[in-house]
């Protein structure tokens, strides 16, 4: 299967860590990246190959990604990062994109 | 600071092409360590990539659109274009271009890219 997998939702309270993951076929054979989608903007890069985090992006975002799954976890999570969280990746065989469904994060 | 700006009709009518343009500020379109993407984002849902090109015209498509879309670079007008044709419905859509990064620990592959920056995205909807 080429699809990536994403809950539809993820609650946390403010402070604590939230954890978003990705699921799809040896997801560890593949760079995966993170964008955030807060409502009504564009997305923006969080995480890229995997672990790394673009100039200006929190230390509090950080990412994984081990077996079947990829995992953005955001520690003491901020009111500010309620948002859409999409993970993305290469597939090679198909010489395509993919991006999984989204998942919205709300702090609470 | 790298900019990206869509442009093009926000209404299309049915069976017909929708055509945008996706301009780069900074003319880094010949820039051999960037692809150029086109993904679109329905509303009230996810994402869908759309296909991804280079300076020198290698492209790469979503293989459920491959057969109506049309990609280009003009790197003369630091301009990528996008061409949808028989268009439906289904294809409105806010379309966003963004820069595709491929690089990284000394080597260039697509299966390391990721995108950034994004345009503020252009909505498009298809309606007669």
């Known amino acids: 299967s080429n699809e990536l997998t994403q809950a539809p939702s993820v609650s946390v309270s403010p402070g604590q860590t939230a954890s978003i993951t990705c699921s799809g076929d040896k997801l560890e054979s593949k760079f995966v990246s993170w964008y955030q989608q807060k409502s009504g903007q564009s997305p923006v890069v969080v995480i890229y190959q995997d672990d790394k985090r673009p100039t200006g992006i929190p230390e509090r975002f950080s990412g994984s990604n081990s077996g079947n799954t990829a995992t953005l976890t955001i520690s003491g999570t901020q009111t500010m990062d309620e948002a859409d969280y999409f993970c993305?990746?290469?597939?090679?065989?198909?010489?395509?994109?993919?991006f999984g469904g989204g998942t919205k994060l709300t702090v609470l | 600071q790298l900019q990206l700006q869509e442009s093009g009709p926000g209404l299309v009518k049915p069976s017909e092409t929708l055509s945008l343009t996706c301009t780069v500020s900074d003319g880094s379109i010949s820039n051999t360590l960037y692809y150029w993407g086109w993904i679109r984002q329905p509303p009230g849902r996810g994402l869908e990539w759309i296909g991804t090109i280079n300076h020198s015209g290698r492209s790469y498509f979503n293989p459920s659109l491959k057969s109506r879309v049309t990609i280009s670079a003009d790197t003369s007008k630091h301009q990528i274009s996008l061409n949808l044709s028989s268009v439906t419905a289904a294809d409105t859509a806010m379309y966003y271009c963004?820069?595709?990064?491929?690089?990284?620990?000394?080597?260039?592959?697509?299966?390391?890219?990721?995108?950034?920056?994004w345009g503020q995205g252009t909505l498009v909807t298809v309606s007669s």
């Open positions: 963004a820069r595709q990064e491929y690089c990284g620990g000394g080597s260039c592959y697509l299966s390391k890219s990721w995108f950034d920056p």
């Open positions: 993305q990746a290469w597939d090679t065989s198909a010489a395509c994109v993919l």
